[in-house]
């Protein structure tokens, strides 16, 4: 399974970009029942951004709610995360991470999934 982020970048508070996170698996939907962005800060914890699961329920850290949608394309097994109105907190890089789990969560994400190298995203004010 590779995994490889793209989308990142450097805008001004307010402003949107979209990631995208594509996943090279042979049985994508199967791998990815489980998906999920997270991110990290210079000098923090990484940090589950959003989570989206077999029937596409999605969750979101309370930071990003109202901002930020995760979403998932299967025809071209990718997955996204739409980030509106972006703060200059939300700089990190953000990282995807899939996985075939019957719970889904962010903690199961972070232990036991595929990851990519991540995609930078900075936002000044």
């Known amino acids: 399974v590779q995994v490889a982020e793209s989308g990142g970048g450097s805008v001004q508070a307010g402003e949107s970009l979209r990631l995208s996170c594509e996943v090279s698996a042979i049985n994508y939907r199967y791998t990815s029942s489980c998906a999920g962005w997270f991110r990290q800060a210079p000098g923090e914890e990484r940090e589950v951004v959003a989570t989206?699961?077999?029937?596409?329920?999605?969750e979101y850290h309370d930071t990003v709610k109202g901002r930020f949608t995760i979403s998932r394309y299967d025809a071209k097994a990718t997955l996204y995360l739409q980030m509106n109105n972006l703060k200059p907190e939300d700089t990190a890089v953000y990282s995807c991470s899939v996985m075939s789990l019957t719970s889904c969560t962010g903690a199961s994400l972070a232990k036991m999934g595929y990851w990519g190298p991540g995609t930078q995203v900075t936002v000044s004010s």
């Open positions: 989206i699961d077999d029937e596409d329920i999605t």
